[in-house]
């Protein structure tokens, strides 16, 4: 079982900044890819940000040059500092990580709990 830990939500002015991060632990052999969803009241869930194993990453058109995701593979964790925030960024942000749990093992999608993100004023 993998175990994602998010942190870094919270209430922050229209063009402010967040820095959401997320840590993974428990039986993980190889992290291939990490991420941010999120979903905002009557809305779908939709990829905010990735990375994945060899460093490529994907933004959301809305969130391309506002927002930077980071990987520290040592310690199984993922960052992404967003600025210039605007309401429609409200959401509760989710951590996603796609793992292998050992060599051989299929890969499998786990989901942290959702920080809230809130931007108003």
């Known amino acids: 079982q993998v175990h994602l830990v998010e942190s870094g939500g919270g209430l922050v002015q229209p063009g402010g900044s967040l820095r959401l991060s997320c840590a993974a632990s428990?039986?993980?052999?190889?992290?291939?890819?990490m991420g941010w969803y999120r979903q905002a009241p009557g809305k779908e869930r939709e990829l905010v940000a990735n990375?994945?194993?060899?460093?490529?990453?994907y933004y959301i058109d809305s969130m391309k040059g506002r927002g930077t995701i980071s990987r520290d593979s040592a310690q199984n964790t993922v960052y992404l500092q967003m600025n210039s925030l605007k309401p429609e960024d409200t959401a509760v942000y989710h951590c996603?990580?796609?793992?292998?749990?050992?060599?051989?093992?299929?890969?499998?999608?786990?989901w942290g709990q959702g920080t809230q993100v809130t931007v108003s004023s």
């Open positions: 990375i994945i194993s060899g460093g490529s990453t």
């Open positions: 996603n990580a796609v793992v292998a749990s050992s060599p051989y093992a299929v890969l499998h999608s786990y």
């Open positions: 428990g039986s993980i052999f190889r992290i291939d890819a």
